[in-house]
DNA sequence: CGATCCACCTGTCGGC
DNA sequence: TGCCGACAGGTGGATC
């Protein structure tokens, strides 16, 4: 599930319980996720403070106080959860938590905070997707699964001029542009068809088409950057989407999905007012792309 | 170099 | 019920 808003609303979730606190203890339940754990993982670990908790793109980077950098990624299916041990309960009174399928949990990260409060932060992964690296001291922005990344589509810097530049000469369709980490870092399935649906471009048309003559940005560009820009501020808003089971750190549910105009909707009405066309499902490099036939050109 | 595809996993859902 | 195939939020790495 997770792409950018959901990773930054786990950053957001994860950031109380992590910067400044001290990691006690690591539970590693299994060699790998989608690569080996890297060497003394858990030794390393142990004792260091957390300065602090950052997002790029939909990687999570854990910085610790000896300069090392944890690197997180959730892949399709990776969450976190916080626990905290339970207020003695009354004898007798019976403790209504919903059961939590704890079959994936593969890393348990014991911490306590400054004030002395002991939580456990629960890494689950079902898929197993997601991994954990090490970005050594200073490395992080040569590391090379971060060096490449490209722009944030947060804040105001993604523009209609640099997506114009960025997409010229390309004569990939703009879904699969859209999806290029190494261009914008951090849109997925989701929010690219969502972007394209709110700026009324199709999917399928080549992504160089949006750049104009003479690097002038066009009106589509503008307008897809735009697009961009309000669908991942709106998402992080919301809280992120919940799809299957993903949930937030705290358990509650992201709200986004139900803003869903296209995502998953195959054969409703398309939403935007005065259009009667119909949500229609097609495969794109191999995942599926939602769009309206009719709007979007 | 850039552009395309597949592999990596488990779980769920719909159809028969 | 049960079985089987299709599909799911991503992306590194192989291959052209």
Redesign the pocket.
């Known amino acids: 599930?997770?792409?950018l808003p959901?990773v930054e609303t786990v950053r957001r979730g994860l950031q109380p319980f992590m910067e400044g606190a001290t990691i006690a203890r690591v539970e590693q339940r299994r060699p790998?996720l989608?690569?080996p754990f890297p060497e003394n993982f858990a030794q390393r670990l142990t004792g260091r403070r957390i300065d602090s908790l950052e997002r790029r793109?939909?990687?999570l980077i854990v910085h610790l106080d000896d300069g090392l950098g944890l690197i997180s990624?959730?892949?399709?299916?990776g969450s976190y959860r916080i626990e905290q041990d339970e207020e003695e309960t009354a004898p007798g009174v019976f403790h209504h938590e919903r059961s939590r399928?704890t079959?994936?949990d593969h890393v348990v990260i014991h911490v306590e905070s400054k004030e002395r409060v002991k939580s456990r932060i629960i890494y689950n992964d079902?898929?197993?997707?997601g991994?954990m690296l090490f970005a050594e001291p200073g490395a992080l922005n040569t590391h090379?699964?971060i060096q490449?990344l490209g722009i944030e589509p947060t804040g105001n810097r993604l523009d209609g001029a640099l997506l114009a530049k960025l997409f010229e000469?390309?004569?990939?369709?703009l879904k699969?542009a859209l999806?290029?980490?190494t261009l914008i870092?951090?849109?997925?399935?989701?929010?690219?068809c969502e972007a394209l649906w709110r700026a009324e471009l199709s999917p399928l048309r080549v992504a160089g088409s949006i750049a104009g003559e003479n690097s002038e940005p066009t009106p589509m560009a503008e307008r897809l950057a735009t697009s961009i820009r309000s669908v991942i501020s709106d998402a992080i808003a919301a809280g992120?989407?919940?799809?299957?089971?993903?949930r937030q750190t705290d358990g509650e549910l992201?709200y986004f999905?139900h803003s869903f105009s296209v995502?998953?909707r195959e054969g409703e009405p398309c939403p935007r007012p005065a259009c009667d066309g119909t949500v229609t499902?097609i495969?794109q490099?191999?995942?599926?792309t939602f769009f309206c036939p009719i709007c979007q050109h």
Do not use: C, W
């Not at 000469?169 to 369709?173: E, F, L, M, T, V």
């Not at 490099?285 to 599926?288: D, H, Q």
């Open positions: 599930m997770p792409e959901e790998d989608r690569f793109a939909k990687y990624h959730l892949g399709m299916s399928n079959t994936h079902p898929r197993r997707f991994f090379k699964f490449d000469n390309k004569n990939a369709p699969a999806l290029d980490q870092a951090g849109l997925g399935n989701i929010y690219v992120g989407s919940s799809l299957k089971d993903y992201g999905q995502y998953d499902r495969v490099s191999g995942r599926s």
